[in-house]
């Protein structure tokens, strides 16, 4: 070939290069309704022809895909300390030990994955480059970190709901406790006294246990396995570029966030599909309406209490509907006539059907986002994350109720779905939230591909960076500032007052003196 034909092909494919990335992901938590949020992502990253290798435990597994490499965890799922930590979670009624339970149960699954061939491989190879780094940003996070270092990478963090507060400090966004309580703490709105107490010392608590322990303890671990040649974790998690979290205005709190954290949402929301036959055919030969009941994908309606199983159990078979319940064992013991279980359930299709009346749910964001999505009212039972927060959002919206699972009886539940299924006003609000959440531009795949590709056209797009990330705490409270301002106050009014009774001794002096004189005169 020629010369002039040469130059202009390899500038073409240098120039092509520059525009489709190496693409690093690792979304390391074993749980379905997170990694629904990030496999669109992914794959139109791959889509969009930029080479990507991510390690998840939901792997795609589309042959079609020849751009995407997935590292599959699936075994993560299987890990007992999950399901004897769930378990634990459930049962734990303060935000403090829900926290400590979670940190620990993401430092076993941090362990485990590091140690899988696979993933070891990529943490020895010293050859390959990566031109970003996408991690899912939770506590299995930071022993992530390092990647970004090894790849010389800019950085840039996922969440399928909000953000933990050192992701908030990582980019200097503001975390007012009252305006802007923390997601675990599950308080949204008007808060009381003591709900605004318990938020600040949340704030406290957290940032130092975060801080002094947590920290240090995952620099330890990750030193373990990525050597000892790493900066410190909190180092380059302040390094952060970008954060992307699945958030909507309508069920979290308003909060003003910096330019480089980005709300998504709704990426799973898809195209519906068939429903399969058997379970068609129940949903329409049921016009007395439907429950449908799930607790998700990290609750698992199989591991509830044996007292609060029976509590449910009896309640449901006292309803006038038929249920449909997400039932994750082979068989439910005395299962009732018009229950129906299935381990698996392809729920937006479900909630599509129009015999549904209400969706009997733990609050995950996800699924209060589809079924919103299909004009479904819902009865609620937090247990732990995000889910306390929704609910409260779900009764300010009039969308649903909220039951406690630690106090809950047979009547409240019957109560709560028969009231949420007959009451119009449920559906009318639903309706009205639907308006709002599906109003909105671009809200997919493309959204987040785009920002991932705005990171790596202006290389790790250091201008959206706030200047409050790199600001000491008293720099930050301008405490430097306030004290050298107090210490000029005090020192005017000190040396003011001193003055002041220099000048008083001088006048009584002098008042004496002239007293002293008229007396003297007079004699
Ligand atoms: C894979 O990436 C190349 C460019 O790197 C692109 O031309 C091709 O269409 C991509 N393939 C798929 C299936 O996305
Ligand atoms: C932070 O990012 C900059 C620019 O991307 C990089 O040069 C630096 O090494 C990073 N620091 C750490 C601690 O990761
Ligand atoms: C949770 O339920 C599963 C069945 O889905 C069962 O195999 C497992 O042992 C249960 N775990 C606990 C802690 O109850
Ligand atoms: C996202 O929405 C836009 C506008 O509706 C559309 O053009 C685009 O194809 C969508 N992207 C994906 C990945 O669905």
């Not at 430092?107 to 899912?136: G, K, S």
């Not at 998700?296 to 038929?322: C, F, H, M």
């Not at 995000?386 to 009547?411: F, S, Y």
């Not at 308006?435 to 790790?460: C, F, K, T």
Request: glycine share 4%; hydrophobic share 40%.
């Amino acid at each position: 070939m020629h010369l002039k034909f040469i130059i202009p092909l390899i500038f073409g494919l240098i120039a092509n290069q520059g525009e489709c990335a190496r693409i690093f992901g690792a979304f390391l938590f074993p749980s379905y309704s997170h990694q629904v949020i990030f496999q669109p992502i992914w794959k139109e990253l791959s889509l969009r022809g930029h080479q990507v290798t991510v390690i998840t435990p939901n792997p795609l597994n589309d042959p079609k895909l020849t751009n995407l490499t997935e590292i599959d965890i699936s075994f993560t799922y299987k890990l007992p300390v999950f399901a004897q930590m769930m378990s634990g979670l459930q049962s734990a009624n303060s935000v403090f030990k829900k926290e400590l339970g979670t940190y620990f149960l993401f430092t076993e699954v941090y362990e485990a994955v590091m140690n899988y061939a696979p993933v070891r491989d990529i943490v020895n190879n010293q050859n390959d480059h990566y031109d970003l780094v996408l991690l899912q940003y939770n506590h299995i996070a930071h022993g992530m970190l390092p990647f970004a270092h090894k790849y010389k990478a800019p950085l840039i963090g996922l969440s399928s709901m909000g953000v933990y507060l050192q992701i908030h400090d990582a980019l200097g966004n503001p975390t007012h406790p009252v305006v802007n309580p923390d997601y675990m703490m599950g308080l949204s709105g008007e808060m009381s006294f003591f709900e605004r107490m318990q938020s600040l010392l949340f704030n406290f608590w957290y940032r130092a246990v975060y801080y002094w322990y947590f920290l240090p303890n995952s620099d330890k671990l990750a030193r373990k396995y990525f050597g000892n040649d790493i900066p410190y974790l909190g180092d380059i998690e302040r390094n952060t570029s970008l954060v992307m979290m699945s958030c909507n205005p309508l069920i979290n709190s308003v909060v003003p966030n910096v330019p480089n954290l980005i709300e998504i949402s709704q990426m799973h929301i898809r195209e519906k599909k068939p429903l399969p036959k058997d379970i068609k055919q129940y949903l329409d030969s049921s016009p007395q309406g439907v429950v449908y009941f799930s607790l998700g994908s990290n609750v698992k309606s199989a591991n509830l209490t044996q007292d609060l199983r029976k509590t449910i159990i009896s309640a449901l078979s006292e309803l006038p509907y038929n249920v449909l319940w997400k039932w994750e064992a082979d068989s439910l013991p005395d299962q009732p006539k018009n229950v129906m279980v299935r381990k698996w359930l392809p729920q937006p299709d479900v909630l599509g059907h129009k015999n549904i009346k209400v969706f009997f749910m733990q609050g995950g964001l996800q699924s209060l986002e589809e079924s919103i999505n299909n004009e479904v009212p819902v009865v609620g039972m937090p247990f732990f994350s995000d889910q306390p927060a929704n609910m409260r959002k779900v009764v300010e919206l009039g969308i649903g109720l909220m039951l406690d699972h630690r106090t809950v009886t047979k009547r409240n539940i019957v109560d709560s779905l028969k009231e949420v299924a007959e009451n119009k006003k449920y559906k009318e609000n639903v309706l009205k939230s639907k308006a709002i959440l599906m109003d909105h531009p671009v809200r997919n795949a493309s959204q987040a591909a785009w920002w991932i590709e705005y990171v790596l056209r202006h290389n790790g797009a250091r201008h959206m960076r706030s200047s409050a990330a790199d600001m000491t705490f008293f720099q930050y409270f301008m405490l430097d500032v306030v004290a050298f301002l107090l210490t000029c106050v005090i020192t005017v009014a000190y040396v003011l007052i001193k003055l002041l009774r220099v000048f008083k001794k001088l006048v009584v002096k002098d008042k004496s003196k002239k007293a002293g004189q008229k007396k003297a005169k007079k004699h």
